[in-house]
């Protein structure tokens, strides 16, 4: 006969409070430590510059283009 079958009420209580004492020390271990940011996309653009991946030119262009135009700026509000 399967394990299962032979289990009580008393049994699955058991098998039911490990489960749920289980997956709350997984919960509290994720809580304490979070998984690490993801870096912006500056933060990788200065980590190839400094790796030699990409040249001075090539940064200063695409370092201008995550930059984006700067907003004009709205007359009508104060």
Not at 6 to 35: E, I, N, Y
Not at 36 to 41: K, L, M, N, V
Request: glycine share 8%; proline share 8%; with cysteine.
């Amino acid at each position: 006969m399967p394990w299962c079958v032979d289990l009580g009420v008393g049994g699955w209580l058991v098998l039911a409070s490990s489960l749920a004492v289980l997956g709350m020390a997984v919960w509290a271990v994720t809580r304490l430590f979070p998984a690490a940011p993801e870096p912006d996309a500056v933060t990788l653009l200065d980590a190839r510059l400094a790796a030699g991946q990409i040249d001075v030119d090539t940064y200063r262009r695409l370092h201008a283009e995550l930059a984006g135009p700067v907003p004009a700026r709205s007359e009508g509000l104060r």
